[in-house]
C-alpha cells in the first residue's frame, strides 16, 4: 500500500502567514487522486481539495492545492482564525486508499 | 441539503459485534461511495474501507478485512458497517463519509459513532 509522509507534524503561525503542507507518497499517486482534509476537535472531517488542485465546494480560494506523482502540497496564502487545525491528505487512486498521518497547525 | 446521519454511541465487549449505520439524504446515493474512517483518542485519522453503493463491491483495509463488512440499503439509503470480535483497540470514533453528486471525493460527513470496547 503507499505510504503517505506529511510534513512537519506541527506548525506554529500567527493569523495572516502563509503556510505550505507536503503530504510526500511511497510510490505515485495514480490519477492526481489525492485529497485534503481539515479537522477540527470535536467536527467531522472537512473536505478541502479533491484531485489534488480542485477546491471542494464553498472552499475559500486561500486554500490550494498542487502536485502530482509522488509530492503534493496544500497552501493557505493568508491563516484565518478559523482555519487552525489538524489537515490530512488522502490518496484514493491506488488500493487500499491511505491517509497520512496529519500537519497540525497550531496558534503561534 | 447533503447529510449523513449516524446510529448513536455503542459499548461493547471484546469478541462481540456492533453495527454502526449511516443514513444518507439529499444527494445521490446508489452513484455514491461511502467510505469509513475511524479516530482513536489522541490518534490520527485512520481509513477502515469503503462501498461502491450501485455495485456494493468494498475495499478494505488490510488490517481490519476479514473482521468488517460493509452493506447498503438502497431503498432506505442506508450504509452499515459491522465489525467482528471486538478487541480493545477498536474504541474509536467512527466516521461515515459519501462522495457528493457534484464532488470527485468525499465532502459529505457523518457527526461520528463512538464505538467502546469495554470489559
Known amino acids: 500500500e503507499i505510504v503517505l509522509t506529511q510534513s512537519p507534524d506541527t506548525l506554529s503561525l500567527s493569523p495572516g502567514e502563509r503556510v505550505t503542507l507536503s503530504c510526500r507518497a511511497s510510490q505515485s499517486v495514480t490519477g492526481r487522486y489525492l485529497a485534503w482534509y481539515q479537522h477540527k476537535p470535536g467536527q467531522a472531517p472537512r473536505l478541502l481539495i479533491y484531485g489534488a488542485s480542485t477546491r471542494a465546494s464553498g472552499i475559500p480560494d486561500r486554500f490550494s492545492g498542487s502536485g502530482s506523482g509522488t509530492d503534493f502540497t496544500l497552501t493557505v496564502s493568508r491563516l484565518e482564525p478559523e482555519d487552525f487545525a489538524v489537515f490530512y491528505c488522502q490518496q484514493y487512486g491506488n488500493s487500499p486508499p491511505t491517509l497520512g498521518q496529519g500537519t497540525k497547525v497550531e496558534i503561534k | 441539503q447533503m447529510h449523513l446521519v449516524q446510529s448513536g454511541p455503542e459499548v461493547k465487549k471484546p469478541g462481540t459485534s456492533v453495527k454502526v449505520s449511516c443514513k444518507a439524504s439529499?444527494?445521490?446515493?446508489?452513484?455514491?461511495?461511502v467510505q469509513w474512517v475511524r479516530q482513536a483518542r489522541g490518534q490520527r485519522l485512520e481509513w477502515v474501507g469503503w462501498?461502491?453503493?450501485?455495485?456494493?463491491?468494498?475495499n478494505f483495509a488490510q488490517k481490519i478485512q476479514g473482521r468488517v463488512t460493509f452493506t447498503r440499503d438502497m431503498s432506505t439509503n442506508t450504509a452499515s458497517m459491522e465489525l467482528s470480535s471486538l478487541r480493545f483497540e477498536d474504541t474509536a470514533l467512527y466516521y461515515c463519509?459519501?462522495?457528493?453528486?457534484?464532488?470527485?471525493?468525499?465532502?459529505?460527513w457523518g457527526q461520528g459513532t463512538m464505538v467502546t470496547v469495554s470489559s
Open positions: 463519509a459519501a462522495r457528493g453528486d457534484f464532488s470527485g471525493s468525499f465532502d459529505i
Open positions: 439529499g444527494f445521490t446515493f446508489s452513484n455514491s461511495v
Open positions: 462501498i461502491v453503493i450501485g455495485s456494493g463491491q468494498t
